[in-house]
């Protein structure tokens, strides 16, 4: 099994900066694929960033250009998101996700989920 822990998030004004972080433990193969998926109430989960084991990333459209995945330099199992140019429509429950092989937008599909870290965008 493999555990996540984020770090993060908060209540930043539109237009500011926000770091999410996420340690994963316990069996990573270096397969692995870590994620970030966000959650509004009375919507469905949806990615936000992926990162393959090999570096490859993918982006949901509403925040390309502004957000970034990234793995840790100094931490490993560990990923990043940095959060640029952020907007009220931001505001959600944010979740760091892993599963060893998928790395895909169903969120079905991803097997192990971190508690969720609140992100808060005043306009």
């Known amino acids: 099994a ?3 822990a ?3 998030g908060g209540s930043v004004q539109a237009g500011g900066s926000a770091r999410l972080s996420c340690a994963a433990s316990g ?3 270096r397969s692995t694929c870590l994620g970030w998926f966000r ?3 009375g919507q469905e989960r949806e990615r936000v960033a992926s990162i393959e084991s090999n570096g490859t990333t993918n982006y949901a459209n509403s925040v390309k250009g502004r957000f970034t ?5 100094n931490a490993k199992n560990a990923i990043y998101l940095q959060m640029n140019s952020l907007k009220p429509e931001d505001t959600a429950m944010y979740y760091c996700s892993a599963d060893l092989t ?3 937008d169903w969120e079905t599909l991803w097997s192990y989920w971190g ?3 609140q992100v808060t965008v005043s306009a």
């Not at 995945?69 to 330099?73: C, T």
């Open 2 to 4: 493999v555990q996540l």
């Open 39 to 41: 959650k509004v109430p």
């Open 115 to 117: 508690q969720g870290t």
């Open 102 to 104: 998928y790395c895909g």
């Open 27 to 29: 069996t990573v193969y």
């Open 6 to 8: 984020e770090s993060g």
């Open 69 to 73: 995945i990234a793995k840790q330099d």
